[in-house]
């Protein structure tokens, strides 16, 4: 092999920062300004790191659901915690782990449930398309499942009919978590 895995990480990030330190170089560089998005393109960005622990694991598989329950301040934002689960795929792919689809899930309910309305619910209510739309798609190509609660979405007063494409309806997602968590899954909160 012709570097360890460990050592390869290294050499490809060192390989990013000299690549970050040549735009970084050039005035008015518009590389200058940009972030690394190398699974989720325009989300989730994420920065190279030097001399840092608790490397992805390449020989670990990802089982990792997140709980998204939190809203944005802004309607005309995308999900602040959307965001957070692509940047996650993002660090996984800058070390080269790829989670089979269906690995990483997103639990969604709460007042955060707005987030997977289609656009036409998301218009109907806000008076604008859905900023999360775009971002939800590329998570679910990226094999990112998206679930939400039932009872979220009768609270939020949400039909069937205006949910996203692709979006899993679950019973609750007090089950949905504790099953996954159950089968052995890593959850973070948000």
Not at 68 to 75: E, I
Not at 149 to 156: R, V
Not at 160 to 178: F, P, Y
Request: contains cysteine.
């Amino acid at each position: 092999m012709w570097l360890s895995t460990a050592r390869a990480r290294v050499f490809l990030w060192k390989r990013a920062g000299l690549g970050l330190a040549f735009a970084l170089a050039v005035p008015g560089s518009v590389m200058a300004q940009d972030a690394s998005h190398p699974v989720i393109p325009g989300y989730g960005a994420i920065m190279p790191a030097h001399d840092v622990a608790s490397l992805p694991d390449p020989s670990l598989r990802y089982h990792v659901a997140f709980e998204v329950t939190r809203a944005g301040t802004d309607d005309a934002q995308i999900n602040p915690a959307l965001d957070r689960v692509a940047r996650f795929v993002n660090l996984l792919g800058a070390s080269g782990v790829r989670p089979a689809p269906g690995d990483i899930v997103v639990v969604i309910h709460g007042p955060a449930t707005t987030a997977i309305l289609n656009d036409a619910g998301y218009q109907a209510r806000f008076h604008r398309a859905n900023p999360n739309t775009r971002l939800i798609e590329e998570l679910q190509r990226a094999g990112v499942a998206i679930h939400v609660c039932s009872y979220a979405l009768a609270n939020q007063k949400i039909e069937r009919n205006a949910v996203a494409k692709d979006v899993t309806i679950d019973l609750a997602a007090m089950v949905t978590l504790a099953n996954l968590q159950l089968k052995g899954w890593a959850v973070i909160p948000g």
